[in-house]
């Protein structure tokens, strides 16, 4: 461990991501309690299907502690979360066996990045590009800021609400390409539509998503 890591484990010890327990050298991220108990998506509904988008992936439910631990790190800067996070993901993607060209990830306006001082999926599809040895690429742009999706009501309502909100940054980047396209959470699926049109548009050969959390439906 280096010493800085060392100095910064006294100062800020540790906590499980969900319960927020102080952690003991051998767990990482989250705690024993935590980890046989969190709210797992079973292996046949990992995989859910929207328009434009071929495969999303995610490996919890959007409930209980993971729901209170996603809002610290949106909200509350818990921006140390993404490395647990990414393992959820990552071991998700490995036991699905999905194989991508590029990384990237459904970005914030920049408005929004201004106010919060961080992009949540980046931070996800950085690490998940770590784990899986390639560099994320930023391939989409937030062109407006438009009010939050979780605020926003019906489905329909929420397509409209994000309707010509990205654009494609890189086309020759994502021609013919397999794209993995990160963010935190999937509810309707209308945010990963709307961002996997504009790359299919583009010429993307496939989008598969991945996200920490999925709704219960
Ligand atoms: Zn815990």
């Not at 040895?133 to 929420?158: I, N, W």
Request: proline residues 5%.
């Amino acid at each position: 461990m280096k010493l800085f890591d060392w100095l910064l484990d006294l100062i800020y010890p540790p906590r499980c991501a969900f319960c927020r327990r102080l952690l003991d050298r051998r767990e990482k991220g989250v705690c024993r309690f935590c980890r046989p108990k969190l709210p797992y998506v079973p292996a046949d509904g990992q995989v859910q299907h929207f328009r434009n988008v071929d495969k999303c992936l995610s490996p919890l439910y959007y409930h209980g502690s993971v729901k209170d631990s996603l809002h610290r790190y949106k909200f509350g800067g818990a921006t140390a979360y993404a490395d647990i996070y990414s393992e959820f993901i990552v071991k998700c993607i490995d036991e699905n066996q999905i194989s991508c060209d590029s990384i990237t990830w459904v970005p914030l306006s920049r408005r929004r990045l201004r106010k919060r001082g961080y992009d949540q999926a980046e931070l996800l599809a950085k690490l998940i590009a770590k784990h899986l040895g390639q560099r994320p690429v930023r391939l989409l742009k937030k062109l407006r800021d438009t009010p939050p999706q979780s605020q926003t009501g019906s489905a329909e309502k929420r397509r409209a609400n994000i309707a010509g909100a990205y654009a494609c940054l890189r086309p020759e980047r994502v021609q013919g390409k397999r794209i993995l396209l990160v963010d935190d959470i999937v509810t309707t699926g209308a945010t990963l539509s709307e961002a996997a049109k504009v790359l299919k548009k583009a010429g993307a050969k496939e989008v598969i998503c991945a996200t920490l959390a999925r709704s219960l439906r």
